[in-house]
């Protein structure tokens, strides 16, 4: 076996500020599932990693890490969009119709990662 079980061939893996708030965005916004935690002699978490459908989004810590974005499909932009403000994002741009199939908006979390949160609304694009 050449990967973990349950793992996909190519995670993105985020570098943030602060670990414990990306997890939680994660979850409360996208129902994402903390799959794994490795924690640093100190007992703080290190990495993280958490299930957003079906792929796994790697997390580290680092004060100060680089800007990131991320982009997401879900069945429903309009409810992810409006729990991932409630969660505390700002508005990155306003959900709409992009003229490219999609309906997408974006957000940038405490940590100051943008998420991009899309639904395809025309296949045909």
Same mark, same amino acid.
């Given at each position: 076996?050449?990967?973990?079980?349950?793992?996909?061939?190519?995670? *993105?893996?985020?570098?943030? !500020?602060?670990?414990? +708030?990306? /997890?939680?965005?994660?979850?409360? %916004? $996208?129902?994402?599932? =903390?799959?794994?935690?490795?924690?640093?002699?100190?007992?703080?978490?290190?990495?993280?990693?958490?299930?957003?459908?079906?792929?796994?989004?790697?997390?580290?810590?680092? *004060?100060?890490?680089?800007? !990131?974005?991320?982009? +997401?499909? /879900?069945?429903?932009?309009?409810? %992810? $969009?409006?729990?991932? =403000?409630?969660?505390?994002?700002?508005?990155?741009?306003?959900?709409?119709?992009?003229?490219?199939?999609?309906?997408?908006?974006?957000?940038?979390?405490?940590?100051?990662?943008?998420?991009?949160?899309?639904?395809?609304?025309?296949?045909?694009?």
């Amino acid at each position: 076996m050449y990967k973990p079980e349950g793992q996909n061939s190519v995670s *993105p893996y985020l570098v943030v !500020a602060d670990l414990p +708030v990306a /997890v939680k965005f994660i979850k409360q %916004v $996208f129902g994402g599932k =903390l799959t794994y935690e490795h924690r640093r002699p100190d007992g703080r978490v290190g990495h993280a990693e958490v299930r957003i459908d079906d792929t796994v989004v790697m997390i580290g810590e680092m *004060p100060g890490g680089p800007e !990131a974005q991320v982009h +997401v499909y /879900v069945s429903d932009v309009d409810a %992810v $969009f409006e729990r991932a =403000l409630e969660a505390g994002a700002t508005v990155a741009q306003a959900v709409a119709e992009k003229g490219d199939g999609d309906r997408r908006g974006g957000v940038v979390d405490d940590c100051g990662t943008t998420w991009w949160i899309a639904t395809m609304v025309d296949p045909r694009g």
